[in-house]
C-alpha cells in the first residue's frame, strides 16, 4: 500500500512553534516526572520546544514540548498539569519513536512533525494517559478545537493514528462521538482510510468499529464511501486482507483469521448499501471492476 497522503488545510491556526533558548530543565521534568522542577519553570518555558540533538536512546527528541515527553513517557501527573498550556502544541520536527501502540513493544514508528500529545499517547499505549487526555477534552469543549480535527504533517488525524493501532483500548477514540463526529471522514485518500489500516495493518479494533458503526444508517453513506474506495495503487481493502503484511505488524493468526471475517462482512455490507444508488454508481464501478463480489471476496 502506497503511503501517498493528502494534505487537508486546516483554517484553524496551530500553537505557535517557540523554540526554547533556555537550559532544557524544563522537558527534563516533563520526561522524569518531577514536578517541583517543571513547576519552576513552566511560566517562562510553556508551549517552547526542545532544540537538543535528538538521542532515541536516550528519549531526547528535538522539537517535542513538554507535553510530548510527558505523554511519551505516561507522565499523567505532569501530562495534568499542562494540558490547560499546552493540549494544541504540535511536534515540530519528525522523528522515528520506539511505538508499542503500533506493534511490538519495540516497534518504531515516523511520528511526524506537528503530531500531538494524543497521538503520542495512542503510539506509546499509554492507556491511563489516553484516558486523561480524552477526559479533559470531553470536560474543556474549547480544547476541542486545538486538537480535535488537526492533522499532522502526514495529514494523519488523531482517529486515523488510533486506527492504526493494535490493542483493545484505541476503542475509546474510535467510538468518542467528538472523534467519529470531526475526524472519522476527514481523511479521505483510500490509503489511509480507517477501513483500509484494518485490512493492511491487520487492526482487530478498528475492524470492530467500522462494523458497530455501519449499522447507525446515519452513517452508512459515508462508510460506504470510504470503504469501497481504492488506494493510489488501485487496490481496495480486502485486496490486503491476502498478504502476509499482519506477520511483520505482530499479529496472531488466529486474530487475523477474525479480521478477515469481521472486514470482508464490512465491505459485503458497503456493497449492498450502494446498490441502486445514483450517488454511488461510479464507486461502485470502480470497485467491482468487471468482477462479481463473490470474486472480489474470495
Excluded at 73 to 93: A, K, V, W
Aim: hydrophobic share 40%.
Amino acid at each position: 500500500m502506497s503511503l501517498k497522503i493528502i494534505y487537508i488545510q486546516i483554517v484553524l491556526k496551530p500553537t505557535p512553534r517557540i523554540m526554547c533558548k533556555q537550559k532544557p530543565d524544563y522537558f527534563i521534568a516533563a520526561a522524569n516526572n518531577d514536578m517541583k522542577l517543571l513547576n519552576q519553570h513552566i511560566n517562562k518555558s510553556k508551549n517552547t520546544f526542545d532544540r537538543r540533538s535528538t538521542n532515541i536512546e536516550m528519549n531526547i527528541f528535538s522539537g517535542f514540548g513538554a507535553i510530548h515527553y510527558a505523554a511519551y513517557h505516561g507522565n499523567d501527573e505532569i501530562l495534568r498539569l499542562l494540558l490547560p498550556y499546552e493540549i494544541g502544541l504540535q511536534t515540530s520536527e519528525t522523528q522515528v519513536i520506539v511505538a508499542p501502540g503500533f506493534g511490538t513493544a519495540q516497534a518504531k514508528y515516523k511520528l511526524a512533525d506537528g503530531s500531538n500529545c494524543l497521538m503520542i499517547a495512542l503510539l506509546r499505549k499509554h492507556i491511563s494517559s489516553l484516558t486523561l487526555i480524552l477526559d479533559y477534552i470531553q470536560n474543556n469543549q474549547q480544547s476541542v478545537d486545538q486538537i480535535v480535527g488537526q492533522t499532522n504533517s502526514m495529514g494523519l488525524t488523531n482517529y486515523i493514528v488510533a486506527s492504526i493501532c493494535n490493542y483493545p483500548e484505541a476503542i475509546h477514540l474510535l467510538l468518542n462521538p467528538t472523534f467519529i463526529q470531526k475526524e472519522l471522514f476527514l481523511v479521505t485518500d483510500g490509503d489511509m482510510t480507517p477501513s483500509m489500516n484494518a485490512c493492511f495493518f491487520g487492526r482487530h479494533v478498528t475492524a470492530i468499529c467500522l462494523g458497530e458503526l455501519f449499522k447507525n444508517p446515519e452513517m452508512r453513506d459515508s462508510l460506504t464511501r470510504m470503504i469501497l474506495n481504492r488506494d493510489t495503487e488501485g487496490q481496495i481493502c480486502v485486496s490486503h486482507l491476502k498478504s502476509n503484511n499482519f506477520e511483520k505488524f505482530g499479529v496472531p493468526i488466529d486474530q487475523m483469521t477474525e479480521i478477515r471475517q469481521i472486514m470482508t462482512g464490512v465491505v459485503y455490507n458497503a456493497y449492498q448499501w450502494a446498490q441502486g444508488k445514483p450517488q454511488f454508481e461510479l464507486i461502485l464501478k470502480s470497485f467491482m471492476k468487471d468482477q462479481t463480489i463473490e470474486q472480489i471476496l474470495q
